[in-house]
């Protein structure tokens, strides 16, 4: 598939031959892009992510007369052709001071860039400035390839997949295998009980046995293995969960889980009455039946089940809160837990409930610290004011936590450092 319209003069007995290398014209530039968007979309090359109407109407007000030349970064080029590896964080920064500005950056000629999302590998992005404005515009070209087919067999690669906002390989595995749980879904969360062959190390390939319910008499209800759930349905199997404390109020905000396996439901949980001939009949409880289709490590007794949500793509367009926001950062993930760099990912004390959304950049605080002035003889206590330290971009959200990545930072950032509004 190519990504650009031709005129094609066909001879006789071709097949395919190579392309032109002269630039199509903008209007047909615009028509095919469009149409691969559509095709690109429905193939699920990429999804058709969203546009949100804060952003769609910054752009529309931007792109009337662009942005003042205040806003363009020192060096920001006439001209970037658009790299496989680029992402849009990156290219904002290359034209704006502030990159989180990319809804401007966008509408700064809404004609041309009707999509952030839809800006791919190859593109030639033109800085154009008039008066005391700047605008960005694809570049111009002067008229349809012309393609001379020739009988000759002719390999392609796929069409390259339009930028990403951020780097999603460091984000990917918190998107799929890292969760939040708040304290009583955790409690109730169902459990492994036993296996079929009564071993207590489990892997891919065994059947085991779960029980959801914690009445003495009836399966829990809504539980993911009560008597309604469906068939074949896939849970993420958990052991640990770690709590996530509040630096600043000492409260637990919820349980962090991490995934090490999946199962998938063969048989939902039930609840039997036996008859007694010497009493009242008697609850028989059938445990939920599981086959474990992954395994990241071996999985025990006693492990804790949680059903898999929808895998989805987020869309990830950095841009800044449009309330205050203030906050800290509870924990480092990985192996850096107190000394985290870029594209590291931060657990913050603020989610959903305290308006954080995806895409939302925020500013790194560095804490204040004392230290004594040695000048003076009487070497006073000086507290040193909190300095910015980088910025970070929320690309998940719970109720009362938040996932981010950092995505510039000047020195180390450490458990319980500040976070506001860039």
């Known amino acids: 598939m190519s990504s650009t319209p031709a005129t094609v003069e066909p001879r006789a007995g071709s097949r395919a031959g190579p392309r032109s290398r002269r630039p199509a014209r903008l209007g047909a530039w615009l028509a095919a892009a469009s149409l691969l968007g559509s095709a690109w979309a429905s193939a699920q090359t990429f999804p058709n992510l969203p546009i949100s109407p804060a952003q769609r109407d910054t752009a529309q ?36 001071r502030q990159p989180w500005r990319w809804p401007e950056l966008w509408g700064m000629n ?24 700047a605008l960005l515009m694809l570049a111009q070209a002067d008229g349809p390839p012309t393609v001379r087919l020739s009988p000759r067999i002719r390999a392609e690669a796929l069409p390259e997949a339009a930028l990403p906002a951020i780097p999603l390989h460091a984000i990917e595995p918190f998107l799929t295998d890292s969760f939040v749980l708040s304290a009583d879904l955790h409690q109730r969360a169902p459990r492994i009980v036993a296996s ?18 914690y009445g003495p008499a009836a399966a829990a209800e809504g539980s993911a293995l009560s008597p309604g759930a469906a068939p074949e349905q896939t849970l993420h199997i958990y052991r ?32 039997r009455q036996i008859a007694r001939p010497d009493g009242p009949p008697e609850a028989q409880i059938e445990p939920a039946t599981l086959d474990i289709i992954f395994a990241q490590q071996e999985i025990r007794i ?17 841009h800044a809160p449009a309330t205050a926001q203030a906050g800290q950062v509870i924990k480092a993930q990985g192996t850096a837990q107190r000394l985290v760099g870029q594209y590291q990912v931060l657990v913050l004390n603020r989610g959903r409930l305290d308006g954080l959304e995806v895409g939302h950049v925020l500013a790194l605080q560095q804490g204040t610290r004392t230290v004594n002035d040695r000048t ?40 319980g450092d500040a976070f506001l509004n860039p």
């Open 196 to 213: 079929k062959q009564g071993q207590t190390l489990l892997s891919r390939g065994d059947r085991v046995y779960a029980r959801g319910q």
């Open 110 to 133: 809404l004609e041309q860039i009707r999509n952030p999302h839809l800006i791919l590998p190859g593109q030639v992005l033109v800085l154009t400035r008039v008066g005391e404005r």
């Open 376 to 415: 003076d003889p009487a070497q006073p206590t000086l507290h040193l004011p909190a300095e910015r330290n980088g910025l970070m971009m929320v690309f998940r959200t719970f109720d009362r936590v938040s996932f981010a990545l950092v995505l510039e930072v000047r020195d180390a950032v450490r458990p």
């Open 240 to 271: 640990n969960a770690v709590p996530l404390i509040d630096p600043a109020s000492g409260a637990t905000l919820g349980f962090e889980v991490q995934s090490i396996g999946r199962a998938q439901l063969v048989r939902a949980e039930s609840v």
């Open 302 to 318: 006693g492990d804790r089940l949680l059903p898999a949500p929808p895998r989805t793509l987020p869309s990830f367009v950095p």
């Open 61 to 96: 007000q931007v792109a009337q007369a662009g942005v003042p030349l205040s806003a363009l970064a020192p060096h920001a080029p006439e001209r970037h052709t658009v790299r496989p590896g680029d992402t849009l964080w990156d290219i904002s920064a290359l034209f704006l």
